[in-house]
């Protein structure tokens, strides 16, 4: 993964220290009056050109809560691709839309058609998840269109998701208008969000538009804009195919629909497509463009967005950023294509030993519609069966665990996530280390390696100290610090990834007041001084609350959960000693005296019938429980970790 850059020009002022790998100052909002870019190659112009010359590709990009979605409605509504009642009785259908049509509304990408001086246009506006975690799926999509609209809330000005995502476009070449939204506001200050504006990116006053989408004003600037400012496709319409896959999504009837966008060549219903990453071949059993739901249709053309149907039931087998291309013609793939890999790892087990096989069928049945989730099954003392898990991030970690539960009614343990070390042994082998369990004996270990990422920190100058503080006490290094805008501060780091993984993103909210965007990329592994550290319940070692962690850390992450543990374990009929320990030293113990609960006691006298109903009530409470050794643990212990203050 590329790291992001930005380029900032402030009209001969330049405010902007340069950060790593900055590419030359480039105005993106100059290309005010539209000129159609033509691919040099193309020499044989067919039906097909007027058409692609006609066709704009764009996004929106904007911090959370800027009008996004609002602004997208109005487009839909001024290009009467959805009526006032649909756009109404969709929100109503949603659900069952979603089903029947298999796609999510306005989600992925949808096509408008646009008259400008009496000439018809195709647009498609691509959607983009919007988080750190998936930002490889974002930069596909953009990857997809030739300009995106930069919506900025009047009342608030840029804010931190405004600028990572504006990085994301600009790597990828993007024309960006600029929208200054929410106008219609008593506290809009319009003069002052314009002069942010010029500063992040450098454009000229004229070129930012004005826009309430609440109140529909602006909306037929921006629809200008996009004609005017915005390139058409390039491409050759004679080449081999070339279509570049931006998402994908799953439905239990159709299978996998990938939604596409073609460089080069066409795609026709009933071609043999190849998917370059996996040399798959397939049939296009349906092709067509995405309207409200799917549209199908014979051909998708150069420059021009789709779906495709091929009846595969696995996501694994269509991958974001991948190329189709043409069986008997095949094209080169699409450059910046990525395997993405999980990041962070976890135990997922059954609350109940007996629920392992339902739990599989869950596991695999999500796998279907979210490739980027693997796992494997591994065994647990404390837990019994389960698997072991990779993610792309502690964000898509909590959307596993609360898909489980919330569409396949799965009540699940999750264990310490740890991130994946290189464990060399002194016999030169290397071995990777997915899980605590699985690392070698001191003994025998040589080495370990653990992963490294470039943090990039976007805030306030006034929370400098903070962020530092922050990211060198979680053994990062400075690299560069840097001014976007008189009020933008950039601060790059190197760090250690499983220093990010337990309370980063919460510490670096509370100690900005949730003012800064973070963002990482991998850099390689760096030796470092590992250790596991074990937690022994009544000298019982519980497997799945052993972690990898650097030894200067060592001492008082383990007196912390030592601590913790104490606050989460019940009290129960014998004393129990809680220690960490990493080898055989101890480093760390908390005593829970003993306790007993007698249920019965209030029934003095000889009903033994309902003694026996509350002793039966107790079991049923227990059930939740773990029995380690003789220590029942509840669920929430084996996420203590997370907890940790
Ligand atoms: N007054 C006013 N409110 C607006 C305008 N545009 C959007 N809003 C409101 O701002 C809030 C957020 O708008 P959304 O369109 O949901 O924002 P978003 O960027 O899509 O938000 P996320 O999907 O959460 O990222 C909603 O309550 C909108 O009604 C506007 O032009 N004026």
């Given at each position: 993964?590329?790291?992001?850059?930005?380029?900032?020009?402030?009209?001969?002022?330049?405010?902007?220290?340069?950060?790593?790998?900055?590419?030359?100052?480039?105005?993106?909002?100059?290309?005010?009056?539209?000129?159609?870019?033509?691919?040099?190659?193309?020499?044989?112009?067919?039906?097909?050109?007027?058409?692609?010359?006609?066709?704009?590709?764009?996004?929106?990009?904007?911090?959370?809560?800027?009008?996004?979605?609002?602004?997208?409605?109005?487009?839909?509504?001024?290009?009467?691709?959805?009526?006032?009642?649909?756009?109404?009785?969709?929100?109503?259908?949603?659900?069952?839309?979603?089903?029947?049509?298999?796609?999510?509304?306005?989600?992925?990408?949808?096509?408008?058609?646009?008259?400008?001086?009496?000439?018809?246009?195709?647009?498609?506006?691509?959607?983009?998840?919007?988080?750190?975690?998936?930002?490889?799926?974002?930069?596909?999509?953009?990857?997809?269109?030739?300009?995106?609209?930069?919506?900025?809330?009047?009342?608030?000005?840029?804010?931190?998701?405004?600028?990572?995502?504006?990085?994301?476009?600009?790597?990828?070449?993007?024309?960006?208008?600029?929208?200054?939204?929410?106008?219609?506001?008593?506290?809009?200050?319009?003069?002052?969000?314009?002069?942010?504006?010029?500063?992040?990116?450098?454009?000229?006053?004229?070129?930012?538009?004005?826009?309430?989408?609440?109140?529909?004003?602006?909306?037929?600037?921006?629809?200008?804009?996009?004609?005017?400012?915005?390139?058409?496709?390039?491409?050759?319409?004679?080449?081999?195919?070339?279509?570049?896959?931006?998402?994908?999504?799953?439905?239990?009837?159709?299978?996998?629909?990938?939604?596409?966008?073609?460089?080069?060549?066409?795609?026709?219903?009933?071609?043999?497509?190849?998917?370059?990453?996996?040399?798959?071949?397939?049939?296009?059993?349906?092709?067509?463009?995405?309207?409200?739901?799917?549209?199908?249709?014979?051909?998708?053309?150069?420059?021009?967005?789709?779906?495709?149907?091929?009846?595969?039931?696995?996501?694994?087998?269509?991958?974001?950023?991948?190329?189709?291309?043409?069986?008997?013609?095949?094209?080169?793939?699409?450059?910046?294509?990525?395997?993405?890999?999980?990041?962070?790892?976890a135990g997922i087990y059954p609350v109940s030993t007996d629920d392992f096989a339902e739990l599989r069928e869950c596991m695999d049945k999500l796998?279907?519609?979210?490739?980027?989730?693997?796992y494997?099954i591994e065994t647990s003392q404390a837990l019994g069966f389960g698997f072991r898990c990779?993610?792309?991030?502690?964000?898509?970690m909590e959307i596993i665990q609360e898909r489980l539960e919330r569409e396949f009614n799965q009540t699940v343990i999750t264990t310490v996530p740890n991130?994946?070390?290189?464990?060399?042994?002194?016999?030169?082998?290397?071995?990777?280390?997915?899980n605590p369990a699985?690392?070698?004996?001191?003994?025998?270990?040589?080495?370990?390696?653990?992963?490294?990422?470039?943090?990039?920190?976007?805030?306030?100058?006034?929370?400098?100290?903070?962020?530092?503080?922050?990211?060198?006490?979680?053994?990062?290094?400075?690299?560069?610090?840097?001014?976007?805008?008189?009020?933008?501060?950039?601060?790059?780091?190197?760090?250690?990834?499983?220093?990010?993984?337990f309370d980063?993103?919460?510490?670096?909210?509370?100690?900005?007041?949730?003012?800064?965007?973070?963002?990482?990329?991998?850099?390689?592994?760096?030796?470092?001084?590992?250790?596991k550290m074990d937690i022994l319940l009544n000298s019982e070692k519980v497997d799945a609350l052993s972690a990898?962690?650097?030894?200067?850390?060592?001492?008082?992450f383990g007196r912390k959960l030592c601590e913790k543990l104490k606050e989460l374990l019940p009290r129960q009929q014998f004393q129990i000693a809680i220690q960490a320990a990493i080898?055989a030293?101890i480093i760390a113990r908390e005593t829970i005296s003993a306790f007993r609960k007698d249920v019965t006691a209030k029934c003095y006298g000889g009903d033994i019938s309902r003694k026996r109903k509350l002793l039966e009530k107790q079991k049923e409470g227990k059930k939740r429980m773990r029995q380690i050794g003789n220590v029942e643990v509840p669920q929430e212990a084996f996420l203590a970790v997370l907890k940790l203050d």
């Open positions: 993964m590329q790291h992001k850059r930005m380029t900032s020009q402030n009209q001969g002022r330049l405010t902007i220290i340069p950060s790593l790998q900055l590419p030359p100052p480039k105005n993106h909002c100059k290309q005010l009056i539209h000129t159609a870019s033509i691919s040099k190659e193309l020499t044989n112009p067919t039906l097909s050109l007027p058409l692609m010359k006609k066709i704009r590709n764009f996004c929106i990009i904007a911090h959370i809560d800027h009008g996004k979605s609002t602004l997208a409605d109005r487009l839909l509504e001024h290009t009467k691709t959805i009526s006032e009642r649909e756009m109404m009785a969709q929100v109503l259908d949603d659900m069952d839309l979603e089903r029947e049509k298999g796609i999510t509304i306005k989600s992925h990408a949808i096509q408008m058609n646009y008259v400008h001086n009496g000439e018809q246009y195709t647009f498609n506006l691509i959607d983009t998840p919007g988080h750190v975690d998936f930002s490889y799926e974002v930069s596909r999509a953009l990857a997809a269109c030739e300009g995106a609209l930069l919506l900025v809330d009047a009342t608030q000005g840029i804010q931190a998701q405004t600028i990572s995502n504006l990085y994301l476009a600009i790597e990828n070449d993007l024309e960006i208008i600029p929208v200054i939204n929410k106008i219609d506001m008593d506290g809009a200050m319009i003069a002052e969000v314009k002069d942010q504006v010029m500063d992040l990116i450098g454009c000229k006053e004229e070129e930012i538009l004005l826009a309430s989408a609440r109140n529909g004003i602006g909306i037929e600037e921006i629809l200008t804009a996009i004609v005017e400012r915005i390139p058409a496709p390039k491409g050759n319409p004679e080449a081999p195919l070339q279509a570049l896959i931006f998402d994908s999504m799953f439905n239990s009837f159709r299978g996998i629909i990938a939604y596409f966008r073609v460089f080069n060549g066409s795609i026709k219903k009933g071609d043999t497509i190849r998917f370059i990453s996996t040399d798959a071949e397939y049939e296009a059993d349906e092709v067509g463009i995405l309207k409200l739901g799917l549209q199908p249709a014979n051909e998708v053309k150069t420059g021009d967005v789709g779906y495709i149907i091929t009846g595969i039931k696995n996501a694994k087998e269509v991958k974001v950023g991948d190329t189709i291309t043409l069986s008997g013609n095949p094209g080169e793939p699409i450059k910046g294509f990525e395997e993405v890999k999980p990041m962070v790892f796998q279907l519609n979210d490739a980027s989730l693997t494997e990779g993610f792309l991030g502690l964000l898509h991130v994946s070390f290189h464990a060399y042994t002194t016999k030169g082998e290397k071995l990777i280390v997915n699985e690392m070698p004996d001191t003994t025998k270990l040589d080495h370990i390696d653990e992963p490294y990422i470039k943090a990039q920190v976007i805030s306030l100058p006034e929370y400098i100290g903070n962020i530092m503080t922050l990211c060198l006490g979680k053994r990062g290094i400075l690299i560069n610090q840097s001014y976007l805008t008189t009020t933008r501060v950039e601060l790059i780091f190197e760090m250690p990834l499983t220093e990010i993984v980063f993103y919460d510490k670096l909210k509370s100690q900005t007041r949730g003012y800064a965007s973070f963002d990482y990329s991998p850099i390689g592994y760096r030796e470092a001084d590992i250790v990898l962690i650097h030894r200067s850390r060592s001492q008082d080898g030293k």
